[in-house]
């Protein structure tokens, strides 16, 4: 395996979009990385010192890394499994029976490994996940080198790593004091939503967060069933409900927010909480459409995410990107709902500030940390550049990353891997997947 760590690694020839708020492209700068951050950006260095590592980025663009503000990785391993359903259905007659029967430390640690390789072949510096054995999710996200959140789920009802739901307060402590030491995560909490933790859990949920200095995340009014069904349990939206427990505030993170009405936007607005738009999933759920222009304009700030590899399928931003700003423009019937530049905010720099990261990563400026990737550009799908923010949006693929860089550490280099040995990840994937198969009477076409 290649060496992927040097004191100063220098970053030369290519074009530079080191902040997505203006989303400036500076041709021919050199970015300068000094152990774990970022020395110098658009620098013109004449001759690199004879002891750095120099990475030639002709015909490529390097830019901050991406954020995946949502999803839950170790579901890598369910993937397929379950398709064309609507959420109710999807979760009760196939993935819940499934996650009962097989989800544990292991099935976790592969899952989430997987998917970690997955985010970063494709450009993915930092997600936040939320799941169930987390401690093993924040071993597999240091060991293939991503920063993440790591959020553990909560709910009440048995759940894999906590059969008695009465005994999750002690779960989660044991989650905190469990928790690996690790520049790259930080620990966090997930009340998986308000139809399956009630008032007092989520009251409980969110001190636990305040005390241990971590943001607590929710799915939130992600379908019209969930409305409907809170509504006839409270007497009030999903939104409003978690706004009069006293706990939407910027530390509370709001996954989907597809069903709003106007009311709730401005609950949201003053509330300071983040959003995270997943546009794939909700279309493929039929879930409906987050209205990110909306949110935007009253100061929200909207990250994205891909949801989990179970229900979208795969962790592509790229991807996400592209359907957000096209879901944006079709339910408004207006072209300029979402632009590029927005949507380029939202995957970088605004999901930085979901996640409460904005002041070390999302942009690439001196003093920050070092997690950027690069761009290849010469590719028939990105030829001519025009206009790279453009691109990034409309027409790049996760595959269009060539290298990734994470706290100073080369992850991906020339499209490939280089922190784990993907083939024994991916043989331990297989055989773990043929146990599932096995179960459910089914097979997988490969060995």
């Not at 927005?342 to 979901?354: F, H, P």
Request: charged share 20%; hydrophobic share 40%.
């Amino acid at each position: 395996m290649m060496p992927n760590h040097s004191d100063q690694i220098i970053l030369v020839n290519g074009l530079i979009l080191a902040d997505p708020d203006s989303c400036l492209v500076v041709p021919h700068g050199k970015t300068v990385i000094k152990g774990n951050m970022l020395s110098e950006v658009n620098s013109q260095l004449e001759a690199p010192p004879f002891s750095s590592e120099v990475i030639d980025c002709s015909n490529c663009l390097i830019m901050p890394g991406l954020v995946n503000a949502h999803t839950h990785a170790a579901m890598s391993l369910l993937r397929g499994l379950a398709d064309d359903l609507p959420l109710d259905k999807w979760l009760n007659d196939c993935i819940f029976p499934s996650e009962a029967k097989h989800v544990g430390p292991e099935f976790v640690f592969l899952g989430t490994s997987l998917s970690a390789v997955e985010m970063a072949l494709g450009g993915i510096t930092t997600f936040a996940d939320g799941y169930f054995f987390m401690e093993k999710a924040a071993d597999a996200a240091a060991e293939v080198g991503l920063r993440a959140v790591i959020a553990q789920g909560i709910l009440d009802v048995p759940s894999p790593d906590c059969p008695d739901p009465a005994k999750w307060n002690k779960r989660i402590e044991e989650f905190f004091a469990r928790f690996p030491e690790s520049p790259l995560t930080r620990p966090a909490l997930f009340c998986h939503s308000p139809y399956l933790c009630g008032p007092e859990t989520f009251r409980i949920a969110k001190k636990l967060a305040a005390d241990h200095g971590t943001l607590l995340f929710a799915h939130i009014s992600e379908t019209r069933c969930e409305v409907e069904e809170i509504a006839s349990r409270f007497g009030k939206t999903p939104l409003e409900h978690v706004h009069d427990l006293g706990i939407l505030d910027r530390n509370f993170v709001n996954v989907h927010c597809v069903h709003l009405s106007d009311h709730e936007k401005d609950i949201l607005a003053d509330s300071g909480a983040g959003v995270v738009h997943c546009p794939e999933s909700n279309m493929k759920l039929a879930s409906g459409a987050c209205p990110t222009r909306d949110l935007l304009k009253r100061g929200t700030s909207v990250a994205i995410g891909t949801d989990g590899p179970a229900s979208n399928n795969n962790l592509d931003i790229f991807e996400e990107m592209r359907s957000a700003a096209l879901m944006a423009k079709l339910v408004t019937s207006d072209p300029e709902a979402l632009d590029a530049r927005s949507v380029l905010r939202m995957a970088t720099i605004q999901g930085a500030q979901v996640l409460g990261l904005d002041h070390s990563i999302g942009s690439l400026k001196a003093g920050k940390l070092a997690d950027l990737i690069v761009i290849d550009l010469d590719r028939p799908h990105l030829t001519p550049v025009f206009d790279p923010v453009s691109h990034l949006v409309y027409c790049a693929r996760g595959s269009d990353v060539r290298d990734v860089i994470v706290n100073g550490r080369i992850v991906v280099r020339d499209g490939s891997i280089i922190t784990i040995d993907y083939s024994e990840l991916a043989s331990q994937v297989r055989s773990f997947a043929a146990k599932i198969a096995a179960d459910l009477g089914i097979r997988t076409e490969l060995k």
